[in-house]
């Protein structure tokens, strides 16, 4: 797998050494350009030079006023420059002395304003640039008229010291476009590094973090701009992972406290049994099952939960009364209620809601069994309902004087109890737990508020099945 860091070096280095060759070829190209400009200027002024020696009799004769030994390097013992004129109908008119018996230059030709320039092999087997041009010879005798034609002036010279100093600006450039991938290749990942430093550094601290050290908090002073977003979501996530774990240090504890009390009773029960087996009081049997029911109860609740936070609870749907419902859930903790002296004063309206009604009715009993056990002896219990704006809203509320409003935040946690409520009893501090986790398997809505003086009210909210909703509206 590619690291950004190795992507990123290669096409930065790539991309700095393509702009640096470009740079370099426009340059070299310039240069280059000028270089044979230079050597075509000196051509061009040959030309002219020769064509301002060129002139017309009378009779249509053409006579060249120019000698090789004028101009150096057109005579035979030099032979670096060669020249050639033609007249209209392509005869030869003059031919330079480096030509001696060597074959014609190419008739390649443009005007005096515009003269053709070309690179060739001279008629010595050199390689050479020449310019051709056509232009009309002067009169020999000012002032008269003569017929004139256009004529053909080829001038060609040796290029052996053109295309040496093109190499030595071929061999330059290239030297220098290699220095210049070096010092890319060595400039850039030293800035790569550099830059992605605040990067490694928070890599290194979020590698160090472990399940110890979750309370680590990432610094933002002195991070780039680009990074401050990352270190604020990982703060955020450790912040929830810190308060998962421990959520479920707090779990495993109380998970723990609470299947301490029913193991060493049941421990204490064995153990009296081998140790004085004739004397063993009928209750033992009933005393254990009832162990063995609360340790139950509490593995079925905790697999019920674990079910539902993975999502692994599935709610059908459909529809049922609330009113019912509630009924229903009242009558199953009868005994229980009588135990107590609880009575119940309820109000629910009849509609249709969705539901699942094996959740609803675990949700129910949780709810009035909680109402029950912590409320005081001989109380009252109100369940009230009512549908409106599409909704349905269940109420319980009961009294609970031991309560504080900032207990409410904790009521649907996992074996969260007030310490004075703790009773080893089968209320282990996961009925509301289970309520909260089925009212979202079913899309309802659960909240706790404590209302003056001391009523804890808990309240279930539902949307309305169709025509439940219009005969509400």
Known sequence: MISIRLRLTRSLVLALFAVFLAGLSALYFAVRSEFIESFDQALVTEARAISTLVTVHDDGTVALAFSDRFLRGFDDDVASDFYQLWDADGKTLARSESLEDRPDLP????????????????PDGKRGRGVGVTFEPRPAVKGTKVTVRPLTLIVAAHSGRLDEELRELLVETGGWAAVLLLIVGLLVPWLLHRGLKPLDRLAGEVAAVDARTLDT?????????????????????MARLEASFERERRVSAAMAHELRTPIAELRTLAESVL??????????DADTLDIAKQMEAIVTRMLALARSESGQLTATREP????ERVQRAWQSLGRTAAARGTRAEIDVASAQVEADPALLHSILVNL?????EYGPLDGTIRVTGTAGAGAYRLAIANEAPDLTPADTAHLFERFWRKEAARSGGVHMGLG????????????WEVHARLDPPQTLEITLQAPLRAASATQAG
């Open 432 to 443: 509301l737990a289970l309520v909260r986790e089925f009212a979202r398997a079913m899309g």
């Open 217 to 237: 908090r990432f610094a933002m002073g002195g991070l780039p701009r680009e990074l401050a977003p990352f270190a604020t979501t990982l703060n955020a996530l």
């Open 275 to 284: 140790r004085w087996p004739d004397s063993r009081p009928p209750s033992t």
């Open 320 to 323: 049922v009364d609330p009113a």
């Open 368 to 372: 009035l069994e909680n109402a029950i």
């Open 107 to 122: 008739a390649k030709t443009g005007s005096m304003q515009k003269p053709k320039y070309f690179f060739l092999e001279l």
